[in-house]
């Protein structure tokens, strides 16, 4: 599984750790920029390098990153086949997590259902709202954690690709 990563200024530091830190697990990864600190980059240009090749790439990941992570999240949702999920904090859930009722304590919860229910392929970090430890963990659980492939999951994810191909009624 190859993981591409991207960012603006606001995240090279961080994206250059993780690009480190993957490689240390043994993932196979590939920087889409920037490779130098400039202040006047634009988010779009950049991000979408990444998504461009997860889009044609469907086995492969994505991490970006942001300030808030919200506009890069934007950018990358509008590849056909990526399903790029939003994290800028951990959080309890406060309520059931699934239809048997059961709740989580796990603050890094809503990664595994994103992978779980959306089968997510790209993860936007708002790396404003996170310590570096944070996001570590945040991409290792967001990357191993599995797509079950639920007949009601995959019959959704279907669904928004009828979206992206202008397909749905």
């Known amino acids: 599984m190859k993981v591409y990563l991207a960012t603006d200024h606001a995240g090279l530091e961080i994206k250059n750790k993780v690009l480190e830190y993957l490689r240390s697990l043994g993932f196979e990864t590939e920087d889409c920029g920037p490779f130098e600190f400039n202040k006047d980059d634009d988010y779009p240009d950049l991000i979408s390098k990444a998504a461009r090749n997860v889009s044609e790439n469907p086995e492969s990941f994505g991490i970006v990153f942001g300030g808030s992570?919200?506009?890069?999240?934007?950018?990358?949702n509008k590849f056909k086949n990526v399903r790029c999920a939003l994290f800028y904090s951990p959080a309890t859930p406060v309520e059931a997590i699934d239809i048997t009722g059961n709740k989580s304590s796990d603050l890094y919860e809503m990664l595994k259902l994103t992978r779980a229910h959306n089968n997510s392929n790209m993860l936007a970090l708002g790396i404003r709202f996170l310590t570096q430890e944070q996001i570590l963990k945040a991409v290792k659980i967001f990357l191993?954690?599995?797509f079950p492939g639920d007949a009601r999951h995959v019959r959704r994810i279907d669904k928004i690709k009828a979206i992206e191909n202008k397909n749905y009624a």
């Open 69 to 76: 992570g919200q506009g890069e999240a934007i950018v990358a």
């Open 144 to 146: 191993e954690s599995p």
